[in-house]
């Protein structure tokens, strides 16, 4: 069985590839977020995975951000 932090750093990484392909929050098997919470369900503390929740926030604002300049 994988240790925890092979698990934790596995998870990190298919998370990265999942932004890099726009699947933040969907589809609902293989996005990012779901893999940064079952990294924070593992450690709480894990700063990457906080991190990268934060990144996920900032481009969905980012977005809704340029949809309200478009639309003025």
């Known amino acids: ?3 925890m932090q092979v698990k934790i750093q596995q998870l990190l ?3 990265d590839v999942a932004i890099q392909n726009n699947q933040l929050t969907t589809p609902a098997d293989d996005n990012a977020l779901d893999r940064y919470k079952l990294v924070l369900t593992l450690n709480p503390s894990n700063t990457v995975a906080i991190a990268g929740i934060n990144r ?3 481009r ?3 977005w809704a951000l340029d949809q309200a300049e478009r639309s003025n």
């Open 1 to 3: 069985m994988l240790s």
């Open 13 to 15: 990484s298919a998370a």
């Open 56 to 58: 996920i926030v900032e």
């Open 60 to 62: 969905y604002l980012a």
